[in-house]
């Protein structure tokens, strides 16, 4: 909930399928861990296509990491294979890590499928969340075998039945995009960071992955209303 959001920053607890829109494929994202903030806080940045092997980088980083509530894994990202960012929304889910998209940035396809596993989650002002189904990338035929491990994911983090069939109503061809009042629709719980007592510091993202224009749709979807 909202309310544990605020409790975690403000604790010092809180720690950081191919998109539809085009996209540059590498093989691997960059995965880094972060010194502790002045709060005791460690950022472990995903930033790029997750390739096939970023499960277990990031199990490998967080794996060691003593203390994971102090943990916020930062997500800049246009999305990438399906079986090592389900495995890596797995692992955050379980070690009940928290999740956060830096402003301006975006976060899509499997990207926004690794931030709605956080036990909290967090946004800066402006960042983009974008959800679809998982589908072959040569087909572009959805696929139901992810597609069925997708649903009982989403299931088991607690999402409603309505918040799963718009998260994956989106195919090949487009993405539904987070704002304010679908979360409140949905019940997708969130909380923007600037408007939390500690608000998240965080060093300037140094990536950003190559992408087409986004649609109209998605500009400004989570921009911070007065």
């Not at 691997?28 to 950022?43: C, H, M, N």
């Not at 189904?133 to 075998?145: D, L």
């Not at 061809?173 to 629709?185: D, E, H, I, M, S």
């Not at 019940?187 to 990536?207: C, G, S, W, Y």
Request: glycine share 10%; proline share 8%; aromatic share 8%.
């Amino acid at each position: 909930t909202k309310t544990t959001v605020v409790r975690l920053l403000t604790s010092s607890a809180l720690i950081a399928l191919l998109t539809t829109i085009p996209v540059a494929i590498s093989n691997a994202a960059t995965i880094t861990a972060s010194k502790p903030d002045f709060l005791g806080r460690e950022f472990v940045d995903i930033n790029g296509p997750i390739g096939p092997n970023d499960d277990k980088t990031f199990a490998n980083i967080v794996g060691e990491h003593p203390d994971p509530e102090r943990v916020i894994v930062r997500l800049v990202s246009p999305g990438g294979e399906f079986w090592s960012g389900i495995n890596i929304a797995d692992t955050i889910n379980k070690k009940g890590l928290a999740t956060l998209v830096p402003k301006g940035q975006i976060c899509l396809s499997m990207c926004a499928i690794i931030w709605i596993s956080g036990s909290t989650r967090a946004v800066e002002d402006g960042a983009v969340i974008g959800f679809h189904n998982i589908y072959y990338g040569n087909t572009k035929q959805a696929s139901g075998k992810a597609n069925a491990v997708l649903g009982a994911f989403l299931g088991k983090l607690g999402l409603g039945f309505q918040a799963i069939a718009w998260m994956t109503e989106q195919g090949a061809n487009g993405a539904n995009f987070l704002t304010p009042n679908v979360a409140k629709q949905y019940n997708i719980k969130f909380a923007f960071a600037e408007e939390l007592p500690h608000p998240v510091q965080l060093p300037k993202v140094t990536q950003t992955p190559s992408l087409a224009p986004l649609p109209p749709e998605a500009q400004g979807a989570l921009a911070r209303r007065p």
